[in-house]
């Protein structure tokens, strides 16, 4: 079966300060696929990023990065100089394959204060 | 940029009434998905449409629901007599023959009175 776990439900920073959200997934899968979501207070799901299994490169994409590590089965994601309008809900998802059947997780709410 | 889209945004209805969400995916895209969210919990997996037939759908699409792609650009979700606990936020999504990126609309928000 497969599962993700955001075990942070909830995190507040001030403006400017670094902040982890992490992701833990469990797959028997040899082949499968991570994503990060945003989800904003106006409820869309904004797609942030895709990492394949194969693929345990790191990904910076300004102030965003992404650790993948297959070793602890964790894809966790970073915001470097946080601001106001990073302020949402950010969801971690995981599918094999051969479906593409997104298993979100719980969901981490990041509230940035000014 | 290309984007999937979905009306209504918002609709309130009596519970046993019927209900059709409509979604418009992206144009070159092959695979169709609707999810949902219920207020303040994780989104949740509905059901997966390619080739004019459902490919994979969860517990939660039971004979109530239905999904149809009446024309070339239209992915409808159909509900057939609501209940209270279908209140929820609804998305569409769609993937492309060779990516591997699900994109979401912004959400059909129902709520059932």
């Known amino acids: 079966a497969q599962k993700v776990t955001q075990a942070q439900t909830e995190i507040s920073v001030v403006e400017k300060e670094d902040v982890t959200l992490d992701c833990v997934y469990e797959t028997r899968d040899t082949t499968y696929y991570l994503f990060w979501y945003k989800q904003p207070p106006s409820g869309e799901l904004v797609f942030l990023i895709r990492?394949?299994?194969?693929?345990?490169q790191n990904e910076i994409s300004g102030r965003y990065s992404w650790n993948f590590q297959k070793s602890t089965s964790s894809f966790n994601f970073t915001i470097t100089a946080s601001q106001v309008v990073d302020s949402a809900v950010y969801f971690c998802?995981?599918?094999?394959?051969?479906?593409?059947?997104?298993?979100f997780g719980s969901g981490t709410r990041l509230l940035v204060r000014p | 940029e290309p984007e999937v889209t979905q009306t209504p945004s918002h609709q309130v209805t009596q519970m046993g009434q019927e209900v059709i969400l409509r979604c418009v995916p992206i144009s070159n895209h092959l695979y169709f998905y609707w999810y949902r969210q219920i207020l303040g919990q994780k989104v949740e997996f509905l059901v997966s449409f390619y080739n004019n037939e459902i490919s994979e759908k969860s517990e939660i699409f039971d004979d109530q629901f239905s999904v149809e792609r009446p024309d070339g650009s239209n992915f409808t979700l159909k509900i057939r007599s609501t209940k209270l606990e279908d209140s929820a936020m609804y998305f569409c999504?769609?993937?492309?023959?060779?990516?591997?990126?699900?994109?979401f609309g912004e959400g059909s928000w129902l709520t059932v009175v």
């Open positions: 998802a995981l599918t094999r394959d051969s479906s593409y059947k997104l298993i």
């Open positions: 999504a769609s993937r492309d023959n060779s990516g591997n990126t699900i994109y």
């Open positions: 990492r394949n299994s194969f693929d345990e």
